[in-house]
């Protein structure tokens, strides 16, 4: 059994408009010490996946097990972090991260703790901010605090949702870094959701691709790739590696078959946000046979 293990997992969620079922079959396996990436367009089901491993959410079907027990609600063992930071604005980045770490250390004396909120703090090189408060923080700040809060609880499994997916590209692409660095040294097992599909071969040991097997079914996992490129791993020539190509192509095939609704994409366009990864995928497809 996998240390993390999804089988049959279903989720459906009613509406006054009916009822939709986002998730359907979904499978996957995360070993220990292991980091998996998970792409998947906009509104595809990402956020929710996340949810039902957090126990968040229910499944209506299929189970979801954690070094082997079933995950009946949420707890420590799991380290989430947000696209939006979702930090307390009111306490320091300090009080941030030594709320968490209080929360999983019963018993412990507060010179323990701090020491531990510290260690964290450190470690994504937040030591000089230990006293702010996240709104005199840019982006890319209070995400580390994030990460470093999801962390120093020690938990089982870090479970990323495209958190750096509201970052501009230089603070995302050092994050990335730090990322890869700070799993390489504590082998935390990782599942990180992402848009992008280089980030997710970058970071990743092995790639899912979640995405509807039809135009408005419900989503799934039909596509798990290993990423045979050795680490440490730099985006600079990362495109040069042999492994890269094959399994970029493939993710491309993969998700330009399943291209999102025009509707969709008006509506991305008008909040701002960046295209899916679906849609990159169908544009660079075209472009790559000459076509746009
Ligand atoms: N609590 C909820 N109630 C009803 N519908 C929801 C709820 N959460 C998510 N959805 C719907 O499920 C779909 C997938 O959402 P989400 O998992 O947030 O997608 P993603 O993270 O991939 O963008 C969307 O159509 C969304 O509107
Ligand atoms: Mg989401």
Redesign the pocket.
Known sequence: MAFLELRGVA?T???ASGS?T??KDVSLRVERGEFVTVV????????????LIAGL?PPDAGSILLDGRPIAGPGPDRGIVFQNYSLLPWMTVFGNVYLAVEAVTPGWSARRRRQRTEQFLHLVELGDATWKHPAELSGGMRQRVSVARALAMKPKVLLL??PFGALDALTRSTLQKEMARIWGEGKTTVLM?T?EIDEAILLGDRICA?APNAAGAP?TISLDVPVAIPRPRFRRGLSLEPGYQQVRKQLVEFLTHRREPRSASVVRLVRGEAPSAAETARVEKRRASGVA
């Open positions: 989720k969620f009613a509406a939709r986002v998730l998947g367009g906009s509104g595809v089901g990402k956020t929710t996946l996340v949810s959410l949702d495209e959701i848009n979640l989503a």
